[in-house]
């Protein structure tokens, strides 16, 4: 039953526009490690964007670049609109705080999607049903107690749950996981909601080593293969998500994921670049 009181995720990702510097403030709801959740970043410059006045369009694509770390309470989005035609609109947005370095540097495309041919050679992964999945009730206290975040999202592994506290040696793990994904309290899956959740797997590095290491997003992008209005039509809670990693080399790897619909469509596709310490 979803929430009739403001979403823990609508208000972390709150924010006071302005002419050109919007203000946002981070959420200990939402935290990491050492900065907030990525994926709460994310949906919050994307939320932004949404509610600009010269938005126009569904968004198309968003990359986020994590420039140097970001402390707990306010800051800035410096918003510009690039380029836009009469198909695409290209934004550039940086995150500051208390007039710093930039923290986090993205770009967004915005596009107007008109009817067309449609085909998704893809195939919905099979899976056992959401409510036939038990919930994941690993996650170390420890980790928590630090990732606040984890404990915003209902993960239900069909495939690939971590084994922490089982490291080896020896031979490297699967990173490859299959998951249901959706908010701890239920929320309707929107534009922001996918954003935030394509990045809400564990780090692939994780997986392969069965133990948590300091690990931190580089640079994420995630592409939405839907508009905003067939997604509210939709009306969903939860997205089915699978990821995986082809390589870890020299403190950096690599992830890709997909998170669909329970009506098998092709939502979102993501990648990201993360540093690890191992």
């Given at each position: 039953?979803?929430t009739k009181t403001p979403h823990?995720?609508?208000?972390?990702?709150?924010?006071?526009?302005?002419?050109?510097?919007?203000?946002?403030?981070?959420?200990?709801?939402?935290?990491?490690?050492?900065?907030?959740?990525?994926?709460?970043?994310?949906?919050?410059?994307?939320?932004?964007?949404?509610?600009?006045?010269?938005?126009?369009?569904?968004?198309?694509?968003?990359?986020?670049?994590?420039?140097?770390?970001?402390?707990?309470?306010?800051?800035?989005?410096?918003?510009?609109?690039?380029?836009?035609?009469?198909?695409?609109?290209?934004?550039?947005?940086?995150?500051?705080?208390?007039?710093?370095?930039?923290?986090?540097?993205?770009?967004?495309?915005?596009?107007?999607?008109?009817?067309?041919?449609?085909?998704?050679?893809?195939?919905?992964?099979?899976?056992?049903?959401?409510?036939?999945?038990?919930?994941?009730?690993?996650?170390?206290?420890?980790?928590?107690?630090?990732a606040s975040w984890v404990k915003?999202?209902?993960?239900?592994?069909?495939?690939?749950?971590?084994?922490?506290?089982?490291?080896?040696?020896?031979?490297?793990?699967?990173?490859?996981?299959?998951?249901?994904?959706?908010?701890?309290?239920?929320?309707?899956?929107?534009?922001?909601?996918?954003?935030?959740?394509?990045?809400?797997?564990?780090?692939?590095?994780?997986?392969?080593?069965?133990?948590?290491?300091?690990?931190?997003?580089?640079?994420?992008?995630?592409?939405?293969?839907?508009?905003?209005?067939?997604?509210?039509?939709?009306?969903?809670?939860?997205?089915?998500?699978?990821?995986?990693?082809?390589?870890?080399?020299?403190?950096?790897?690599?992830?890709?994921?997909?998170?669909?619909?329970?009506?098998?469509?092709?939502?979102?596709?993501?990648?990201?670049?993360?540093?690890?310490?191992?």
């Amino acid at each position: 039953m979803l929430t009739k009181t403001p979403h823990l995720f609508d208000e972390a990702t709150q924010i006071t526009a302005g002419d050109s510097h919007w203000q946002g403030r981070t959420s200990e709801d939402y935290w990491a490690f050492v900065g907030p959740f990525g994926g709460i970043t994310a949906a919050t410059i994307l939320r932004a964007l949404i509610e600009h006045p010269q938005r126009a369009g569904d968004p198309l694509s968003l990359t986020v670049n994590f420039c140097a770390p970001i402390a707990q309470g306010g800051f800035d989005l410096d918003i510009r609109l690039v380029k836009a035609n009469r198909s695409t609109q290209h934004w550039s947005v940086e995150m500051t705080q208390g007039g710093a370095d930039v923290a986090t540097l993205a770009t967004a495309v915005f596009a107007e999607r008109r009817p067309s041919w449609a085909h998704q050679p893809a195939q919905f992964p099979q899976a056992t049903a959401f409510e036939q999945t038990l919930p994941f009730a690993k996650v170390a206290a420890s980790w928590v107690k630090q990732a606040s975040w984890v404990k915003q999202y209902d993960f239900r592994f069909v495939e690939g749950e971590p084994k922490f506290g089982s490291a080896s040696q020896t031979m490297p793990a699967s990173a490859f996981s299959k998951l249901w994904i959706g908010d701890r309290v239920p929320r309707k899956i929107d534009a922001l909601s996918l954003m935030a959740m394509s990045d809400a797997f564990f780090g692939r590095v994780f997986h392969a080593r069965n133990e948590l290491v300091p690990f931190g997003t580089v640079s994420l992008t995630t592409y939405f293969h839907t508009d905003m209005e067939s997604l509210a039509a939709e009306d969903i809670t939860r997205v089915l998500a699978i990821a995986d990693a082809k390589i870890f080399y020299r403190s950096y790897g690599d992830q890709h994921g997909e998170l669909w619909s329970t009506s098998g469509r092709l939502l979102a596709t993501t990648t990201q670049i993360a540093y690890f310490k191992a």
